[in-house]
């Protein structure tokens, strides 16, 4: 009864590829997100989307786009994979409303290009 | 641009000791302040305050916020071994975006 789920959780390849990362949430949440952990564990959010439509890229590249077929999946793909993509990628969700609420964070996908 | 500064960067402690970790922020928008643990994978959330002043407590942690000075402590007591982690807070702003701090990794000695 995993809550968020990333597959998969590990990921190596060769610069220049493409690949994709898949996130699925059972908790009923509306708001998904991606966020980019770098070797020094700073965390930077990279998408919102909120019942599948997207609410905020922050400066990331087009080579990174996100798909929401419906609210309780957002998948990432990543094109062109350069070296300095290498990082930890963690799939979130969170409740909408009024308040802010907190977010519940999947395992994470590690990717290493090489 | 909005920031979020934590502090210490780094803390080493011994077993049975209080610590306190310092959260600063300029954010527009202000919606709320959280407060993670992150061990070896994802951060599991501990706190979070949207009220000055009001103190949240879960066993040996506890959070306060100060929305006039812009900031918020976290202090664990009698740390355990278990402790052991990167603490990270981050300030909801607006409806949708969570800005992380680079977060404090707490190590916990025997």
């Known amino acids: 009864d995993t809550a968020v789920s990333q597959t998969p959780k590990y990921l190596v390849t060769q610069m220049g590829n493409d690949k994709s990362i898949k996130c699925e949430q059972n908790?009923?949440?509306?708001?998904m997100y991606w966020y980019k952990q770098d070797s020094k564990k700073f965390l930077k959010i990279m998408f919102s989307y909120n019942n599948k439509e997207l609410i905020i890229n922050e400066t990331v590249p087009n080579r990174f786009s996100p798909k929401s077929p419906d609210k309780a999946h957002l998948n990432l793909h990543i094109n062109s994979l350069e070296l300095g993509d290498s990082a930890v990628y963690f799939c979130?969700?969170?409740?909408?409303?009024?308040?802010?609420?907190?977010?519940?964070f999947g395992p994470g996908t590690r990717l290493t290009v090489t | 641009e909005d920031k979020v500064v934590q502090s210490p960067l780094s803390l080493v402690v011994h077993e049975g000791d209080t610590v306190t970790l310092n959260c600063s922020y300029e954010v527009t928008n202000f919606r709320s302040l959280l407060w993670y643990k992150q061990e070896k994978k994802a951060p599991t959330f501990l706190f979070m305050l949207t009220s000055s002043g009001i103190e949240k407590k879960s066993g040996r942690l506890s959070s306060i916020l100060d929305k006039k000075e812009l900031f918020s402590i976290l202090n664990i007591t009698a740390t355990q071994t278990g402790d052991s982690a990167v603490y990270l807070c981050?300030?909801?702003?607006?409806?949708?975006?969570?800005?992380f701090g680079t977060g404090t990794r707490l190590k916990v000695l025997a």
């Open positions: 981050a300030v909801a702003s607006g409806t949708y975006k969570y800005i």
């Open positions: 908790l009923g949440h509306d708001t």
């Open positions: 979130a969700s969170s409740r909408l409303g009024t308040g802010a609420y907190e977010q519940y």
